[in-house]
């Protein structure tokens, strides 16, 4: 199994310009999460899809950022503008639907920096 | 809302039984306990998940008691590379969201 895949692994850009992240599941998983991890907030959920539908996104900080899942094996979360203090890792994770409480499996992340 | 606490940091020496509790007064009935550990530049990984009693699998175990108020996960003879950020989470699967929260974890340091 190929793992949830994220890219890019690393982006730089300049402040104002809009950032597209992209995840690909793995496949057969129902659940997509969307996490940011900084080391003053730790690991916090922004948004999380079922079935490509968007559950909850009251996690998303605010109308700069946006996350769309077309299809079961793709999301993107999009931030414009980007401003400096949205540098941080992006995780995708995705789970499936079964016994008990399946585990998430987490991507490498993103690392985004804002200059 | 099932907080979760567990210590910031701990330290141990290679070969050493590590022990991290995770306190979780609140957990609900359906809730899980799920424990994460998460290395410098990576995403988190599952390690170990319980509901009750005691569960083991090739990496840890997790012993939870009767009133699941707290769990604790056990890591035999640690090795260096078991330095990480372990997570202790509590939730359940129809209740994703701000209700499943990843607390700042615990910062194990395993030193030879």
């Known amino acids: 199994d190929a793992g949830v895949i994220q890219s890019p692994r690393h982006e730089v850009t300049e402040m104002g310009q809009e950032v597209t992240l992209r995840c690909k599941p793995i496949s057969g998983h129902d659940y997509l999460f969307w996490y940011r991890q900084t080391m003053m907030r730790g690991l916090e959920l922004l948004i999380y899809?079922?079935?490509?539908?968007?559950?909850?996104d009251s996690g998303m900080p605010e109308d700069r950022f946006s996350a769309k899942m077309p299809n079961a094996s793709f999301s993107t979360l999009k931030i414009q503008p980007s401003e400096p203090r949205d540098s941080a890792v992006y995780f995708c994770a995705s789970s499936f639907t079964g016994p008990g409480n399946q585990p998430q499996h987490f991507g490498d992340g993103t690392r985004l920096s804002i200059l | 809302l099932a907080k979760t606490t567990q210590p910031i940091s701990m330290d141990s020496y290679e070969g050493q039984e590590v022990n991290i509790t995770c306190s979780h007064n609140?957990?609900?009935?359906?809730?899980?306990i799920t424990w994460y550990q998460q290395f410098p530049s990576q995403g988190p990984r599952f390690i170990i998940q319980?509901?009750?009693t005691k569960v083991t699998n090739e990496v840890a175990s997790l012993f939870i008691p009767a009133d699941r108020k707290s769990s604790t996960l056990s890591l035999p003879r640690v090795s260096l590379s078991d330095t990480a950020v372990y997570y202790c989470?509590?939730?359940?699967?129809?209740?994703?969201?701000?209700?499943?929260?990843f607390g700042p974890g615990t910062r194990l340091s395993v030193l030879p």
């Open positions: 319980g509901y009750k």
């Open positions: 609140n957990i609900a009935t359906n809730d899980y």
């Open positions: 899809f079922n079935n490509n539908v968007p559950i909850d």
């Open positions: 989470l509590v939730g359940d699967q129809e209740n994703y969201g701000q209700n499943f929260v």
